[in-house]
């Protein structure tokens, strides 16, 4: 069974200019979660989808971050304009469809973005 | 807030020495409790979990008990290897906005294992 994907692995920006990161989850898997790992720390939730619906978007920077996950499968996390402070891991995960709090997420690779 | 605090790293251990890295954390209710795994280059993995107190996770060798009465979930091994050499994140999952559940997370734990 494939696995959570995400591209691309590296990107290096200059600031204001815009990124986009992608995600396909794990088949069958009807939420997803967008995360960010700064240096040293541990990843913090950005949003979560439910199928199409983003259910908490709480933490996401609406200013310059948005996401879409069209037809409830993969996702897009675009920046526009990047920032200094943006440098980071953008971490995507998948999980079942459930209600119990004891459901395994699935961590793609990670997309590595320094913004120079 | 919900928050996890774990031992600061870096950790650095002989092959077949003992391991433990303490995990503490805040959450309101019973939330389910996560050791994920970082090796270089990869994604996170979840190595073990459990999901009531008193419950142990284990595997690989690594186990964790759910300690309600001292919020706790330490992540022990009797004998560490080269191939456990990766970063450790203590994590716990609590109810969030819509149906499902978030993760919060520690600030993971550099482990380097030596010949």
């Known amino acids: 069974e494939a696995g959570v994907v995400q591209s691309p692995r590296y990107k290096i920006i200059e600031k204001k200019q815009p990124v986009a990161f992608w995600c396909n989850p794990i088949?069958?898997?009807?939420?997803l979660y967008w995360y960010r790992q700064n240096l040293g720390q541990g990843p913090e939730l950005l949003i979560r989808?439910?199928?199409?619906?983003?259910?908490?978007d709480s933490q996401l920077p609406k200013d310059r971050f948005s996401a879409e996950r069209l037809k409830g499968v993969d996702s897009t996390l675009k920046i526009q304009p990047a920032e200094l402070g943006d440098s980071a891991v953008y971490l995507c995960?998948?999980?079942?469809?459930?209600?119990?709090?004891?459901?395994?997420?699935?961590f793609g690779p990670g997309t590595r973005l320094l913004v120079l | 807030g919900d928050s996890v605090t774990q031992m600061e790293g870096p950790v650095t251990l002989s092959e077949e020495a003992c391991l433990t890295i303490?995990?503490?954390?805040?959450?309101?209710?019973?939330?389910?409790l996560f050791w994920y795994v970082q090796y270089p280059g990869e994604g996170l993995q979840l190595l073990l979990k459990?999901?009531?107190?008193?419950d142990k996770g284990s595997n690989k060798g690594f186990e964790a008990t759910y300690r309600k009465e001292t919020t706790s979930f330490h992540l022990e091994k009797g004998s560490v290897q080269v191939s456990d050499s990766a970063v450790y994140f203590c994590?716990?999952?609590?109810?969030?906005?819509?149906?499902?559940?978030?993760?919060?997370f520690g600030k993971g734990t550099l482990l380097t294992v030596n010949p």
């Open positions: 995960a998948s999980s079942p469809e459930g209600l119990a709090g004891g459901e395994t997420q699935y």
């Open positions: 088949s069958g898997h009807n939420t």
């Open positions: 989808y439910e199928n199409e619906e983003a259910v908490d």
């Open positions: 303490n995990c503490t954390y805040t959450a309101t209710g019973y939330p389910s």
């Open positions: 459990a999901t009531k107190a008193d």
């Open positions: 994590a716990l999952s609590s109810p969030a906005r819509g149906s499902n559940y978030k993760l919060t």
